[in-house]
């Protein structure tokens, strides 16, 4: 059962990780490119991908690891327990800035226009918190794989 359950943890969090890197990736070759509509439709997919991916696929991999800490590992150990935090900071960024940003560039390109200062000024914001978002997925996939401590 327990590798069945880690097998679920890993999926969860490639896709999350390998998500965020990828849409990265996306929001540089946009932003580079200077269309206007494209950045409108990228905000639109963000808003949609971190309701209906990244979060489910973040709560899921958090039940795996706690289901996986309970029966092998313990939270007091210095890798969990930093893990689970900037896991909970990552959540965090996700459901209280990254959504409501989203939602709130979109409603600033459809109210001022695909071109709107404000609409690019609030993705750039976004996407600096994701590039931190990235560091913070390296260093838990750092401390998964070495497990410190132990």
Not at 9 to 37: E, K, N, T
Not at 41 to 68: D, K, Q
Not at 100 to 129: C, D, H, N, W
Request: net charge positive; glycine share 10%; charged share 10%.
């Amino acid at each position: 059962m327990y590798q069945l359950v880690l097998y679920i943890h890993i999926v969860c969090a490639v896709i999350w990780v390998g998500g965020a890197f990828a849409g990265q990736a996306l929001a540089v070759q946009i932003s580079r490119s200077g269309d206007a509509m494209e950045m409108l439709r990228f905000g639109r997919r963000l808003e949609t991908l971190g309701s209906y991916v990244f979060m489910p696929v973040a709560i899921v991999l958090f039940i795996a690891g706690t289901w996986m800490t309970i029966q092998r590992w313990s939270f007091g150990d210095v890798w969990v327990a930093v893990s689970v935090g900037l896991w909970v900071l990552s959540a965090v960024a996700g459901a209280a800035y990254l959504g409501p940003s989203a939602k709130r560039a979109v409603a600033l390109f459809e109210a001022e226009g695909p071109t709107s200062a404000a609409g690019r000024q609030v993705i750039a914001r976004m996407y600096l918190v994701s590039r931190l978002e990235l560091v913070s997925f390296a260093i838990i996939i750092g401390l998964m794989v070495f497990k410190p401590g132990t």
